[in-house]
């Protein structure tokens, strides 16, 4: 199973939107509506910021979306702010019952 | 509070085997499916394995099976990871990981560090 694939960076002022995609195969990302979205700060676990593609959990910004077209998935953060600064990982549902994470994106925030 | 407590890491020889642990505790862990995702320094997150309920349907990564069990004692609210045959690419933090029910994982524990070197 390849991992997925995301671009290694991405940089924004903030205030501005950004959009990070995720892109996988009719076999993963494609096939099923289970994608999800992880934040993860330096020294830090990850922490979960989107479900099945577009849910956001309780206590996540609204400023945090997702969305997913045919193979490629994306998070968009919008108003970015400082504290967003951090790496993100897209993950896929498998049809052979796996998982399988992007290559993650770092997020710089100018 | 919810917590995910992984212990068991350490520095292991090639080939060599190794045993993490986890331990539950703050939530009903019997009606949680589980997973190890790990990190090797410096680098993205891999999926390595998953079990469900009652430790019937478990799933592996291809870099892991056929060497590494994972398992669950709900009496116990803890989860297993049996690594055997080592490698040096098997370093990483290893983490404890919560699944969410929609397919997503939303409680991490802070993870156990394994390093494979002679």
């Known amino acids: 199973q390849s991992a997925l694939t995301q671009p290694a960076s991405v940089s924004g002022s903030p205030g501005q939107s950004i959009a990070i995609s995720c892109t996988g195969t009719?076999?993963?990302?494609?096939?099923?509506?289970?994608v999800s979205w992880y934040q993860q700060h330096p020294g830090k676990a990850p922490q979960l910021i989107i479900y099945?593609?577009?849910n956001r959990p309780s206590g996540v910004s609204s400023r945090f979306s997702g969305s997913k077209s045919g193979n490629t998935a994306s998070l968009t953060i919008s108003g970015l702010q400082t504290e967003d600064e951090a790496d993100y990982y897209c993950n896929s549902y498998t049809n052979k019952n796996t998982r399988v994470f992007g290559g993650g994106t770092k997020l710089t925030v100018l | 509070e919810v917590q995910l407590v992984e212990s068991g890491g350490g520095l292991v020889q090639p080939g060599k085997s190794l045993r993490l642990s986890c331990a539950v505790s703050?939530?009903?862990?019997?009606?949680?499916?589980m997973h190890w995702v790990r990190q090797a320094p410096g680098k993205g997150l891999e999926w390595v394995s998953s079990i469900n309920l009652n430790n019937v349907a478990v799933d592996y990564a291809d870099f892991v099976r056929g060497r590494f069990t994972i398992s669950r004692d709900n009496a116990k609210s803890s989860l297993y990871l049996q690594m055997n045959s080592l490698r040096p690419e098997d370093t990483a933090l290893y983490y404890c990981t919560k699944d969410d029910g929609h397919f997503a994982i939303d409680i991490w524990g802070q993870g156990t560090m394994v390093t494979v070197s002679s």
């Open positions: 703050g939530l009903t862990f019997k009606d949680s499916a």
């Open positions: 099945e593609v577009s």
């Open positions: 009719s076999s993963d990302v494609g096939g099923y509506n289970y």
